[in-house]
């Protein structure tokens, strides 16, 4: 490889590093949002819990029981999307690992041409 194809390369490189991070970035806000919604559901379960002992009634109109349903499957729900997500953040990851290391290499790569320009540059300095 020539050392005029280098900045192309890192331009490259870095694009396709870029391009993985940014399609990663709608799954990471989507797990954080499922997340919250879990937090947000064991939140209301709590505060339930709490109300049911309170309330008379709540247990004998089978209020309770309903809301155990809906609680139970709503969370059945969010735990699958939140298995999707995370399944996709895994493949997304791995793609990105990949653009990462390559990304590295490149820059490494320029680092010790310009550190070989530059040893060559004193060389021939001082050898003249």
Not at 9 to 25: G, I, M, W, Y
Not at 90 to 98: E, H, N, S, V
Not at 105 to 121: F, H, I, P, S, Y
Request: hydrophobic share 40%; glycine share 4%; aromatic share 6%.
């Amino acid at each position: 490889m020539k050392h005029t194809q280098l900045p192309d390369l890192e331009k490259v490189t870095n694009a396709a590093f870029q391009k993985h991070f940014q399609a990663l970035r709608p799954i990471l806000e989507a797990e954080a949002r499922i997340q919250q919604q879990l937090a947000r559901l064991d939140s209301q379960l709590n505060q339930a819990r709490q109300d049911s002992a309170k309330i008379e009634g709540y247990q004998v109109s089978g209020t309770d029981v309903l809301w155990n349903g809906w609680e139970s499957a709503t969370r059945r729900q969010l735990n699958l999307q939140l298995a999707r997500t995370r399944a996709q953040k895994l493949a997304g990851m791995a793609a990105l690992r990949t653009a990462f290391g390559r990304k590295q290499a490149v820059e490494t790569l320029r680092m010790k041409v310009q550190q070989a320009n530059r040893k060559a540059k004193a060389r021939k300095h001082f050898g003249q």
